[in-house]
T-cell receptor, first 112, second 115 residues
Framework: AQSVTQPDIHITVSEGASLELRCNYSYGATPYLFWYVQSPGQGLQLLLKYFSGDTLVQGIKGFEAEFKRSQSSFNLRKPSVHWSDAAEYFCAVASRGQNFVFGPGTRLSVLP | DTEVTQTPKHLVMGMTNKKSLKCEQHMGHRAMYWYKQKAKKPPELMFVYSYEKLSINESVPSRFSPECPNSSLLNLHLHALQPEDSALYLC??????????????FGPGTRLTVT
């Protein structure tokens, strides 16, 4: 069965600092990988996705993620965090014909 | 346009009430989903409609009844809910259910409170 872990429940960074959110998955084949962001009381917004090809994918809002097959990871990065990036971030995994499996989420706080 | 709309935004209902949640997308997507999300938790899949047919029911209690009147609309009918059903209900859609185009686009959700 597929599973997704996000080892960090809560991360706090200062505005302008760099950010990396970790995501590890367990699946036999290369899955489809996604990062979503959710502001309080809102729906989920797709930041980026990976299906195949270049392992470094660019997304919206200045985010990028790198797929590393050897580490079963798909970490999200941003070079300079803005106060508006404070939110909950979910990594998700899917495979052909299978449903999304969401990670538990990482809450990002941004200090002024 | 990648917009999924949901109404109402907030809903308070008693345990004997009947209400409905509505979801709409105009992206031509052929798959639509209902999720339930409790506070500080990831979304949990409830139902999947593919080409207007119910393809997945994740063992959801019968007090939740989905309906897909057409390819753009998805309803969730609620009846005799329990207080533990209070949650954020999210609708999502995707172009397909596998391969490219599988990314799901979410609506803003309906905050449901059962009293």
């Amino acid at each position: 069965a597929q599973s997704v872990t996000q080892p960090d429940i809560h991360i706090t960074v200062s505005e302008g600092a760099s950010l990396e959110l970790r995501c590890n998955y367990s699946y036999g084949a290369t899955p489809y990988l996604f990062w979503y962001v959710q502001s309080p009381g809102q729906g989920l917004q797709l930041l980026l996705k990976y299906f195949s090809g270049d392992t470094l994918v660019q997304g919206i809002k200045g985010f990028e993620a790198e797929f590393k097959r050897s580490q079963s990871s798909f970490n999200l990065r941003k070079p300079s965090v803005h106060w508006s990036d404070a939110a909950e971030y979910f990594c998700a995994v899917a495979s052909r014909g299978q449903n999304f499996v969401f990670g538990p989420g990482t809450r990002l706080s941004v200090l002024p | 346009d990648t917009e999924v709309t949901q109404t109402p935004k907030h809903l308070v209902m008693g345990m004997t009430n009947k209400k409905s949640l509505k979801c709409e997308q105009h992206m031509g997507h052929r798959a639509m989903y209902w999720y339930k999300q409790k506070a500080k938790k990831p979304p949990e899949l409830m139902f999947v409609y593919s080409y207007e047919k119910l393809s997945i029911n994740e063992s959801v209690p019968s007090r939740f009844s989905p309906e897909c009147p057409n390819s753009s609309l998805l309803n969730l009918h609620l009846h005799a809910l329990q207080p533990e059903d209070s949650a954020l209900y999210l609708c999502a859609s995707s172009q397909g259910v596998r391969g490219q185009g599988y990314e799901q686009y979410f609506g803003p959700g309906t905050r449901l409170t059962v009293t």
